[in-house]
């Protein structure tokens, strides 16, 4: 929901959040979250636009870009769906986002080309999703699109080109995060790969704020378990400060924790394991997150309304200096950067105990590309998606989407880490100390599946549900999606 933050989640298989609502689209191998895309976690409420506006737009809205090149040769005009997938992305007006900007460059580079961008609603919000599935069925739908990584693409693979054989192996190589878009998730033979990804993705972490630490004579903190976050936290209630602050209304922030929990616990392997049904979900893979995410409320170390507030709340409240940690993704630097500059910083998740991965980072690739089966200019689709994901472009899009570019040639320079010290600092744990980097549970899993363990991560933590019962549940929804697979 990939919940996965910016616009909104609505599980789309994926993640961001905010408006970040990872989408991750339930794929029939399946992969989305929210509602019905599923990055929930991922995502970011993009408030749901009316569906009629989606129809609107994409039907008749005119190019958010202007001024393309006037000259009149053969090529055709590429068309492309605008539905923003970050919640930095749903709010940029269309002239200033990095896409226009990347279009622009491209056809100022490529005479004759002419490219459209179509705005739509944001990816992570339920008019997009009913858009795609018209559109589809419809055949209508534009040469390229922006999907969530992991279950939107997997799931809508029947309606998009199979890449493997459309870009060479030197550009594949050139750039990080493709497992995630090839059908089977890396377990099968040449799978089709169904999407280009573009930016790193985005790693769950907790974000604290530097005076409020140093008030309580705290300076970097780095707590390497779960039980030291928790001894963290009531050092900080000592001191009169809130530990936390914490929005479990929509069950996005318990998804986003609980992503990095999992991912230490049982890796990628596991997570997959529970995908395939070859695991249950009524284990302390899931018991165990559960417990901790409980935890933090019963131990007194959150904002005592964090049951029933809003995770956008949350955010807007932890910028505004109201708490001394919280815990999200990437989609939200801007916001914190903009509201506490220099004083704000970040460290992992901890991890609990008995895990496979002690240094572990969770989240995952969000954003990708994708080329749909009407368009009957694929080749020149994917010369655009080829220049839209170059390291020049990808550096536009940073402040907006809030995550590193994918090229295996970016570095971090010195105007880089002074301009993104958040962004550094997950470059640095990823390529100096070597974290562990683990796909987001609700990434992986089914789209329905993840809805519904939005609303049991709300319950377990303010105590209505117990973390047993809500994991018995789980595997309840997960024999009922697998049965449903299994016959079409």
Known sequence: MLARPDSGFVNTGNRETKGVESAMITPTVHRTGMSTTRKSVRRGLVGLTAVALAFTLAACSSSGKSGASASTTAEPTITVWNDALASGSCGVPPAQSFLTKGVNMFEATNPGFKVKIIQVACDGSDAFSTLLKTSEVAGNTPDVGQLYVGGQVIQNGKYLVPLNNVFSQDYIKSLTGWTYVTDGYGTKANGSIYAVP?????????????????????????????????????????????????????????????????????????????YNGTQSLNSPALIQPYTAWHQLYSAGITNSDA?????????????????????????????????????????????????????SLSGGPNNSYV???????????????????????????????????????????????????????????????????????????????????????????????????????????????????STG
């Open 307 to 359: 049951p029933s507030l809003s995770y956008a709340t949350a955010i807007a409240d932890f910028s505004a200096g109201k708490g001394a940690m919280t815990i999200t993704g990437g989609f939200f630097n801007s916001s914190f950067q903009k509201g506490l500059g220099k004083n704000v910083g970040l460290f992992p998740v901890p991890v609990l105990p008995g895990g496979v991965n002690m240094k």
């Open 198 to 274: 573009f930016g790193a993705g985005y790693w769950y972490s907790v974000y604290y704020n530097k005076a409020m630490m140093a008030k309580a004579g705290i300076t970097n903190p780095q707590p390497a378990t779960w039980a030291d976050l928790i001894n963290l936290g009531k050092k900080l209630k000592a001191k009169g400060i809130t530990p936390l602050e914490i929005g479990e209304k929509e069950g996005y922030m318990g998804a986003w924790t609980q992503d990095a929990l999992i991912s230490g616990l049982v890796g990628d392997k596991g997570v997959l394991a529970m």
């Open 371 to 485: 080329i749909f089966k009407n368009s009957t200019h694929v080749k020149e689709a994917a010369k655009l998606i080829e220049y839209l994901t170059s390291l020049d472009v990808q550096k536009l899009s940073v402040d907006e989407l809030g995550q590193l570019p994918n090229n295996v040639s970016f570095t971090p320079d010195a105007a880089f880490t002074a301009s993104q010290p958040l962004l550094k600092s997950i470059y640095d744990y990823i390529n100096v100390q070597h974290y562990t980097l683990g796909e987001a549970f609700d990434n992986i899993m089914p789209g329905t599946v993840m809805n519904y363990w939005y609303h049991t991560n709300s319950a377990v933590f303010g105590g209505t549900q117990s973390p047993t019962s809500a994991a018995s549940s789980m595997q309840q929804q997960m024999q009922s999606y697998l049965a449903t697979a």
